[in-house]
């Protein structure tokens, strides 16, 4: 089954305390990227990748990092975490293409305390 | 400037009724893909209906369909015979040739509620 697997689901952490959520996706896409979703704002773009170690900025960068070493896994990090970084996050893949719609993870709900 | 615009943060409808969840975008490429997405309360993102820029007919899929008016830029979600499980959030979405198709940007959102 195609799918875009993100864990953890839910997350719960402190002030200054490195996270890591991870992504990974079993069709190959070439695309991948990370979105946060925050109520009245949509679904804001992080970090987005073409290919392995492609990627590049979205909209919302600062304080997160990402990383793509292997096709399937687009890690999302946070070293130093902070509370205006609560928020859902979404990992999403795609083939290469105008038409070819966003695969999405089942989001990760971060609280920062 | 606000790529994507959704002006109704929320709507409200009764079952078996039809629903225009209303969008419009900017942009100055030609050539460009809009995309409409559900997400129910359970918080998945659910793909609904693609329509390309250059597509003459308006794309269909069930009971959703898209009312594409490129002069108005204008790209609208119309839910036939609404149902109860339609109650979700309703996101618009644009993907441009001039980002490299890299960026698929959304709207803020328009909450549909179905009632019995």
């Known amino acids: 089954e195609a799918q875009v697997t993100q864990n953890p689901r839910y997350l719960i952490t402190v002030t200054g305390k490195k996270l890591t959520v991870t992504c990974s996706q079993n069709m190959n896409h070439e695309y991948m990227s990370w979105y946060r979703q925050d109520p009245g704002l949509g679904l804001r773009q992080i970090y987005y990748s073409m290919n392995v170690e492609v990627t590049d900025k979205g909209d919302v960068p600062e304080g997160y990092k990402v990383s793509r070493k292997e096709k399937r896994n687009f890690p999302l990090i946070l070293e130093s975490p902070s509370p205006n970084q609560t928020s859902l996050y979404f990992c999403?893949?795609?083939?290469?293409?105008?038409?070819?719609?966003?695969?999405f993870g089942s989001g990760t709900q971060l609280s920062v305390l | 400037a606000q790529k994507i615009t959704q002006t109704q943060p929320g709507m409200f409808v009764q079952e078996k009724e039809a629903v225009t969840l209303d969008c419009t975008y900017d942009?100055?490429?030609?050539?460009?893909?809009l995309f409409w997405y559900k997400q129910p309360s359970s918080g998945e993102m659910i793909f609904l209906i693609y329509q390309g820029s250059y597509d003459e007919q308006n794309a269909t899929e069930g009971r959703y369909s898209l009312n594409f008016q490129k002069a108005r830029k204008s790209a609208n979600l119309v839910i036939s015979a609404s149902q109860l499980g339609d109650s979700a959030m309703y996101f618009c979405?644009?993907?441009?040739?001039?980002?490299?198709?890299?960026?698929?940007?959304f709207g803020t959102g328009t909450r549909l509620l179905v009632s019995p």
């Open positions: 979405a644009m993907r441009e040739v001039n980002t490299g198709f890299q960026k698929l940007v």
């Open positions: 999403a893949s795609s083939s290469r293409g105008l038409s070819e719609k966003l695969l």
């Open positions: 942009t100055s490429d030609q050539s460009y893909g």
